[in-house]
């Protein structure tokens, strides 16, 4: 058992490094034997969660992940493993993260201008790393000077302001899958597509650009995903074997920002359970 896809409050999740780590090994009863630390555009987990790792005899992977833009313009996520500092991928996120500021400053405008006043330092308390603040931290802010008036969810808030095609959307820096298949290839680092059925593309379009993926020399493709249907799994595992991708597989877990997804054992309906063979697989590509 194995969970490849985690976030703590080094971004956007509500556990600290150590707190994902022990959740994941309580979860795992006895039988996790690798995690990754995944948080948007920093490695600023690692060091305390590799400490928690080595603590618990789990196999530590140092991960991250990037929004890039596909050739179509809408966005998709990439998991990119075995991260190091001081490299192509580290500078990289260094220029995500001052876009993220640059972004998040004209949000609070935008917010402000739509009639939602929302406060940045209360956002940046609420985040706890002011270098990360996502829009999850912002539909907190928007729940709670709405109070329930005009939005029931936080979902209402991305349908309605925060989304991709929401009125308040501010679009960040743009970097391709290529450019991170790039920077990743000078530490032997491998390059996932994130959970392929997020992006709400149509059923061609997707597979379109997980063949693009394999061209372009990206590694797999996050197949065993909390939110996934049994079909989709299957669908995802045919065209990885077919590409010659490895699938791997995560829960997404953020804490209490996606209450559904527990770290390791994914959704209660349907339960994540990620084979340790997938690690074994991306062991042997970096071999
Ligand atoms: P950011 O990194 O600030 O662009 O925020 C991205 C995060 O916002 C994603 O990882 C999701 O957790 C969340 N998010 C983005 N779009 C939506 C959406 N339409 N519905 C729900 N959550 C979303
Ligand atoms: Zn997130
Ligand atoms: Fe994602
Ligand atoms: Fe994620």
Redesign the pocket.
Known sequence: MIDLHTHSTNS?GSESATGVVEQAFANGSGQLRALALTD?DTMAGHAEAKAACDRLGITFVPGCEI?AQLDTGKSAHILVYFVEEDSAISEMLAVLRNDRDTRNERLVAKLHELGYPVQWERIIAAAGNPEVV???HFAEEIERIDGGREFPSR?AI??DL???DGRAYIP?AKISPREVVEAARETNSLVVLAHPYVYGLPDEERERQIRLMAEIGAHGVETYYSRNFPEQTERLLELCDELGLVPTGGSDFHGTMKPDLRVVTGMEERPLSVPDSVLDRLLELRA
């Open positions: 956007d948007h929004s996502g829009r999850p979902q991305f349908d925060l989304g991709n960040k």
